[in-house]
């Protein structure tokens, strides 16, 4: 930040962006065409003041309407279309945008349209794109009357047969009374016999005579073809080509034309009338615009498109067709009278009278514009009759501007406000208002409406009203719970409840299906929605024909079909059969959760659509520049252009054949600096995360009324401890038995407080739960740990979480990934996890703000980090710091693990310690070692020149040949026969370092476990049965803890049923050892982490039950 800036709040492009809602590459971008004041460029980064942003709105046209409730852009309109079965462009949404189909406003040159205008726009279009009954495209039609559509269309265009213009299945069609159909055939086949006054009709067949009079002449009457031309003389006449002449009688323009010989003859009539017809279309008045009467009383084509809801085009097109006979051209403007327009909307059974006042009117739009009041706002005062003569003419609203005016005066009378409320919110309660009268929580509110509890409620500046009747039934609901349990609907009939059972999903989906007319035959008695069970028989069975597929087998045989129903594709047989093979091996080879598997189904799909199935050739005969085209084709997505690689290679591999030039893909940009930084969390803050983790008594009361909340609180408390992805966290936290700890409510929170030995219990389960799981990407095993410090919060919010899931299994309504310990996280019945939580998870922030925004990932990273450096610093030697990282992060790969971590250098620049490497020469590292092992203990470090130094003159003295020869001498001693502690000191630092490593790495276990043994594979005690007391036995504390549980309680056991000498002798002394363990444990770790185990309560009981019986060695003063 600019240090001359210090007085007043200055922030990034990156934060500005955010306040805006707008992303940081376009507001860059836009930087550039314009300034503001204030702002501030330091150091190539820009910094915009605070006091600024009102400018910036202004030149960025930011439209403050957006900001009062909930606008789609143009691709979320079409996906909506799309999610309703339509296929929609974003182009389609503009396009009738510019109609005037929807409501919308300008945001920052963007259009948007509001959610209370969606469901209706959607609805509209969708009726528009229906068959209308009575009516068939011309493909049936021609079915029908075993016709060529283009006849059919002719005599649509010509007005013969009743016809519209409609888009069904995403194209535009024409369509025909179909009850017209047979009428107008027999009419035109007697105009057509008409023509055939030459011709010897009695020659032609019976079958041609019933079926087409124009095909198949006999060629034994050719002398009868006078009156007919040849298609070579015809288009001499016509003035055009005679392959376009022919096109035209394939098509069916010239049905009176017959063929001989594979010759085609027209009647003169027909080309004479034809030419007639080409002279009248391109006939155009030339009338001077000295002679064009006064325009009063006219209208352009833009008008006339705007008063009769049709495109510009489609206006012209009606002016060509003789629509508009009286219509004028001056300047190559096209003016249409008034009474053309008012003809035009008779025939089309539209009461004309309407439109003699329509320069007094205004459209919504124009009012809009003109004034201070919103579409929805302007569609009140319409439904309230306050602007009583304004009046629907083909789906728009026009609005005489002396009702305008009047309401204007209106407002001058009382605040706009008060007339809103007046016009909507009549017995409508606020939220504020229901939370002081009613006493119920204002979260609990918002989100019985986001749930269709409220289906009636209002949004109005901000704030949400909802209707007393409404707000009546949920209390009686709520009153008389029993009483709703013994209703019991009609016969045939089903309850919302009993639906949302049935199907599967919750109650609030069961109303959005309902009020999306999912459901037919809905009624009502008394305050109980009732739908007929046929119908939600039908939707289920719709919703399975339509159900995607969600197994890995389903899939495979899913693309498999979709690939081989391919046809008209011969030249493609090798690539679409060697592309099935390779699309299932993909999907075999992907593991992780379903969600990752689809995403990988879906890319190998469109990979299919989009470039294999569109190949010219086979994929392996592909010309370098195809190749080259594809690869570059910014078009298609990376993952589709990385698979199409993948499918190359192995097809030449297959193929036994070589690519003549190596292809590379990558997504990965190289990152700076600042990208490392941008992905962690800087020290001070990471240290901020542990502390607000760590204070119970601040989150206590809101984990307790948000399960949000505690379920966050479980999040971050395992990101801090553990090198977990955050969903494997999510879907792998395991249930508490929170029996053993005896708490059952949230209530017991109030004045109670978790005893360290009650946390460790419940982290001794997460232990015991969490030590078989696998890392759903990799199926590797995950490791739980848990700092000490780190206990306690990670219990308290466990048992919260737990206490809240427990809720939910009472209600057969919820989803199952909702019953997760930390289910939250996931929404609806999908398996994608908000990894980095909703805004009510991130509540639990909201004291913190230099914990805000929250990344799961970034915290992750940070852990990684940290934990790596921590290591690093502390030893000596750095090598055991990625090796522990890649064991907590279950990676297989060590150089994949390098790239969660942004590395440090403590020695300063890569140049100096490259010239100190180089000095110390190849052996250097040798030499460090000899150096780093005598001065271990003298505690005086020495500089990277000065170790430098030190390794120069010890090389002097020693060659390498005579320190192999030490370490000879070493491992002939390490051989000896001596103790445990003895032969780990007399080590080399390199043999040490290896053994270290495999024991952290658990490559070397105890025969009974336990832990790890240094003596592994050779067992010096193989008579042994517990591993515990022995020398090379390395404990490891939460397994050992457990095994000496069970132990104990074996050898109590033992000492009671046995009367052995022998036996009890034996027996008391492992007894001895057991407690021996635990008393150090209980020194080392505390008696609280103990007792989490054997409480000391159990061991002495246990042990006064058999101390008569207890057979100890003797101990000499």
């Known amino acids: 930040m600019p240090e001359n800036q210090d007085q007043e709040k200055m922030l990034s492009i990156k934060e500005t962006a955010e306040f805006l809602g707008m992303g940081e590459s376009t507001l860059s971008k836009k930087l550039h065409s314009f300034s503001a004041k204030g702002i501030v460029n330091d150091n190539k980064r820009v910094w915009i003041p605070l006091s600024s942003i009102p400018e910036l709105k202004k030149s960025l046209n930011y439209n403050d309407e957006f900001d009062k409730g909930t606008y789609y852009s143009t691709a979320e309109v079409a996906i909506k279309f799309n999610e309703n079965g339509l296929k929609v462009k974003r182009t389609d949404v503009s396009n009738w945008i510019k109609k005037r189909k929807v409501k919308t406003i300008m945001h920052m040159g963007y259009r948007y349209i509001n959610e209370n205008d969606l469901d209706q726009f959607i609805e509209n279009i969708i009726s528009e794109r229906t068959i209308p009954e009575g009516f068939c495209t011309l493909e049936e039609a021609a079915n029908i009357l075993e016709m060529h559509p283009q006849t059919i269309r002719d005599w649509a265009l010509n007005g013969d047969i009743e016809s519209m213009r409609v888009i069904v299945n995403d194209y535009w069609q024409t369509l025909v009374k179909r009850d017209s159909l047979q009428a107008i055939k027999k009419k035109k086949r007697i105009s057509s016999l008409k023509n055939f006054a030459h011709v010897d009709i009695a020659s032609l067949s019976k079958k041609n005579e019933t079926k087409n009079n124009n095909k198949n002449h006999n060629p034994n009457n050719i002398e009868s073809l006078e009156g007919y031309l040849d298609v070579k003389f015809a288009s001499t006449i016509l003035g055009i080509k005679a392959n376009s002449l022919a096109v035209f009688l394939r098509n069916g323009k010239f049905p009176s034309a017959i063929k001989v010989k594979n010759r085609w003859y027209i009647p003169i009539e027909d080309i004479q009338s034809y030419e007639k017809k080409i002279k009248n279309r391109n006939k155009t008045p030339s009338k001077d615009t000295k002679e064009i009467p006064p325009l009063d009383g006219h209208f352009t084509t833009s008008e006339v498109s705007n008063r009769i809801n049709l495109s510009i085009s489609r206006v012209i097109g009606l002016i060509n067709q003789g629509l508009f006979p009286n219509a004028i051209k001056a300047n190559n403007k096209w003016f249409?009278?008034?009474?053309?327009?008012?003809?035009?909307?008779?025939?089309?059974?539209?009461?004309?009278?309407?439109?003699?006042?329509?320069?007094?009117?205004?459209?919504?739009?124009?009012?809009?514009?003109?004034?201070?009041?919103?579409?929805?706002?302007?569609?009140?005062?319409?439904?309230?009759?306050?602007?009583?003569?304004?009046?629907?003419?083909?789906?728009?609203?026009?609005?005489?501007?002396?009702?305008?005016?009047?309401?204007?005066?209106?407002?001058?009378?009382?605040?706009?406000?008060?007339?809103?409320?007046?016009?909507?919110?009549?017995?409508?309660?606020?939220?504020?208002?229901?939370?002081?009268?009613?006493?119920?929580?204002?979260?609990?509110?918002?989100?019985?409406?986001?749930?269709?509890?409220?289906?009636?409620?209002?949004?109005?500046?901000?704030?949400?009203?909802?209707?007393?009747?409404?707000?009546?039934?949920?209390?009686?609901?709520?009153?008389?719970?029993?009483?709703?349990?013994?209703?019991?609907?009609?016969?045939?009939?089903?309850?919302?409840?009993?639906?949302?059972?049935?199907?599967?999903?919750?109650?609030?989906?069961?109303?959005?299906?309902?009020?999306?007319?999912?459901?037919?035959?809905?009624?009502?008695?008394?305050?109980?929605?009732?739908?007929?069970?046929?119908?939600?028989?039908?939707?289920?069975?719709?919703?399975?024909?339509?159900?995607?597929?969600?197994?890995?087998?389903?899939?495979?045989?899913?693309?498999?079909?979709?690939?081989?129903?391919?046809?008209?594709?011969?030249?493609?047989?090798?690539?679409?059969?060697?592309?099935?093979?390779?699309?299932?091996?993909?999907?075999?080879?992907?593991?992780?959760?379903?969600?990752?598997?689809?995403?990988?189904?879906?890319?190998?799909?469109?990979?299919?659509?989009?470039?294999?199935?569109?190949?010219?050739?086979?994929?392996?005969?592909?010309?370098?520049?195809?190749?080259?085209?594809?690869?570059?084709?910014?078009?298609?997505?990376?993952?589709?252009?990385?698979?199409?690689?993948?499918?190359?290679?192995?097809?030449?591999?297959?193929?036994?054949?070589?690519?003549?030039?190596?292809?590379?893909?990558?997504?990965?940009?190289?990152?700076?600096?600042?990208?490392?930084?941008?992905?962690?969390?800087?020290?001070?803050?990471?240290?901020?995360?542990?502390?607000?983790?760590?204070?119970?008594?601040?989150?206590?009361?809101?984990?307790?009324?948000?399960?949000?909340?505690?379920?966050?609180?479980?999040?971050?408390?395992?990101?801090?401890?553990?090198?977990?992805?955050?969903?494997?966290?999510?879907?792998?936290?395991?249930?508490?038995?929170?029996?053993?700890?005896?708490?059952?409510?949230?209530?017991?929170?109030?004045?109670?407080?978790?005893?360290?030995?009650?946390?460790?219990?419940?982290?001794?389960?997460?232990?015991?739960?969490?030590?078989?799981?696998?890392?759903?990407?990799?199926?590797?095993?995950l490791h739980f740990l848990v700092a000490p410090d780190m206990v306690k919060c990670l219990a308290y919010a466990c048992v919260i979480s737990e206490l809240h899931c427990r809720k939910l299994h009472d209600d057969e309504l919820s989803f199952e990934k909702e019953s997760l310990l930390l289910g939250s996280f996931i929404t609806g019945i999908t398996e994608n996890a908000a990894t980095s939580g909703s805004n009510t998870h991130k509540k639990f922030f909201k004291d913190e703000p230099k914990l805000t925004p929250f990344s799961s990932k970034k915290l992750h990273n940070s852990t990684m980090t940290y934990l790596f450096l921590d290591i690093s610093e502390d030893e000596d030697e750095s090598e055991l710091a990625l090796e522990?990282?890649?064991?907590?992060?279950?990676?297989?790969?060590?150089?994949?693990?390098?790239?969660?971590?942004?590395?440090?250098?403590?020695?300063?620049?890569?140049?100096?310690?490259?010239?100190?490497?180089?000095?110390?020469?190849?052996?250097?590292?040798?030499?460090?070692?000899?150096?780093?092992?005598?001065?271990?203990?003298?505690?005086?470090?020495?500089?990277?020149?000065?170790?430098?130094?030190?390794?120069?003159?010890?090389?002097?003295?020693?060659?390498?040949?005579?320190?192999?020869?030490?370490?000879?001498?070493?491992?002939?001693?390490?051989?000896?026969?001596?103790?445990?502690?003895?032969?780990?000191?007399?080590?080399?630092?390199?043999?040490?370092?290896?053994?270290?490593?495999?024991?952290?790495?658990?490559?070397?276990?105890?025969?009974?476990?336990?832990?790890?043994?240094?003596?592994?594979?050779?067992?010096?005690?193989?008579?042994?049965?517990?591993?515990?007391?022995?020398?090379?036995?390395?404990?490891?504390?939460?397994?050992?803890?457990?095994?000496?549980?069970?132990?104990?309680?074996?050898?109590?056991?033992?000492?009671?049923?046995?009367?052995?000498?022998?036996?009890?002798?034996?027996?008391?002394?492992?007894?001895?050892?057991?407690?021996?363990?635990?008393?150090?444990a209980a020194e080392t770790f505390g008696n609280d982490i103990v007792d989490g185990f054997l409480s000391s309560k159990d061991r002495k009981n246990a042990i006064y039950s058999v101390a008569d019986k207890l057979q100890l060695p003797a101990v000499n003063n």
């Open 884 to 1080: 522990v990282i890649k064991w907590a992060r279950s990676h297989e790969d060590i150089n994949v693990t390098a790239g969660y971590i942004k590395l440090t250098n403590r020695d300063g620049t890569l140049e100096r310690v490259s010239i100190n490497l180089f000095k110390r020469g190849h052996f250097g590292w040798l030499y460090n070692f000899m150096v780093q092992l005598a001065l271990s203990d003298t505690g005086s470090p020495q500089s990277l020149e000065e170790r430098t130094q030190t390794i120069e003159e010890l090389k002097k003295e020693y060659t390498p040949i005579q320190l192999e020869a030490w370490a000879k001498t070493l491992l002939d001693y390490k051989n000896r026969k001596e103790s445990i502690v003895t032969t780990l000191y007399k080590m080399s630092t390199e043999q040490l370092k290896k053994i270290l490593i495999k024991v952290y790495k658990g490559q070397m276990p105890s025969r009974d476990g336990c832990g790890q043994c240094l003596s592994f594979p050779n067992c010096h005690f193989p008579n042994r049965k517990p591993c515990i007391g022995c020398i090379n036995f390395i404990p490891q504390l939460q397994q050992v803890l457990i095994e000496a549980k069970e132990e104990f309680y074996r050898l109590i056991d033992s000492i009671k049923n046995c009367y052995t000498d022998t036996i009890l002798k034996r027996d008391s002394v492992f007894l001895f050892n057991v407690l021996l363990l635990f008393n150090e």
């Open 336 to 781: 249409i009278p008034k009474e053309d327009i008012l003809t035009f909307l008779l025939n089309k059974k539209v009461d004309p009278g309407i439109y003699y006042s329509l320069d007094g009117y205004l459209t919504i739009a124009d009012v809009v514009n003109r004034y201070s009041l919103s579409h929805s706002q302007i569609l009140i005062l319409i439904k309230k009759n306050l602007l009583p003569n304004a009046m629907k003419i083909n789906q728009e609203w026009f609005i005489p501007i002396k009702d305008i005016l009047f309401y204007q005066e209106e407002i001058t009378r009382q605040t706009k406000q008060d007339i809103m409320k007046n016009l909507s919110l009549d017995g409508h309660l606020s939220v504020s208002e229901i939370v002081n009268r009613f006493n119920l929580g204002r979260n609990i509110i918002y989100y019985d409406i986001h749930n269709g509890v409220f289906p009636n409620a209002k949004k109005t500046g901000g704030e949400w009203y909802i209707p007393e009747e409404e707000l009546n039934y949920y209390f009686d609901r709520k009153n008389n719970q029993a009483h709703d349990s013994n209703f019991i609907p009609p016969q045939g009939y089903l309850t919302t409840k009993e639906v949302a059972k049935k199907l599967g999903i919750s109650v609030s989906n069961v109303f959005a299906l309902k009020n999306t007319g999912k459901f037919d035959g809905i009624k009502k008695i008394n305050k109980y929605w009732l739908i007929p069970e046929p119908s939600v028989e039908d939707y289920k069975n719709q919703k399975e024909k339509n159900q995607i597929s969600i197994t890995k087998p389903d899939m495979i045989n899913e693309l498999k079909q979709y690939i081989n129903n391919v046809q008209d594709k011969k030249h493609l047989k090798e690539t679409i059969r060697l592309y099935s093979d390779f699309s299932t091996t993909r999907l075999n080879a992907t593991n992780g959760r379903i969600n990752n598997i689809r995403r990988v189904f879906n890319h190998l799909k469109n990979l299919f659509s989009e470039i294999i199935s569109n190949l010219d050739t086979e994929i392996y005969k592909l010309p370098n520049k195809d190749i080259e085209a594809v690869m570059k084709n910014r078009s298609y997505s990376s993952p589709i252009r990385e698979l199409f690689l993948k499918f190359l290679k192995d097809t030449f591999l297959i193929k036994e054949k070589k690519l003549d030039i190596e292809y590379v893909l990558s997504r990965k940009a190289v990152k700076t600096d600042k990208d490392i930084d941008s992905e962690r969390y800087s020290p001070d803050v990471y240290y901020l995360f542990e502390l607000h983790s760590k204070d119970i008594e601040k989150h206590l009361v809101p984990a307790i009324n948000s399960r949000h909340y505690a379920n966050m609180w479980v999040l971050t408390a395992m990101l801090l401890t553990n090198a977990w992805r955050p969903s494997d966290i999510i879907f792998e936290m395991p249930h508490i038995d929170i029996e053993i700890i005896n708490i059952s409510e949230l209530d017991w929170f109030i004045k109670n407080r978790l005893s360290l030995e009650q946390c460790q219990l419940v982290v001794n389960q997460l232990y015991l739960k969490l030590n078989n799981a696998e890392v759903s990407k990799t199926n590797a095993d």
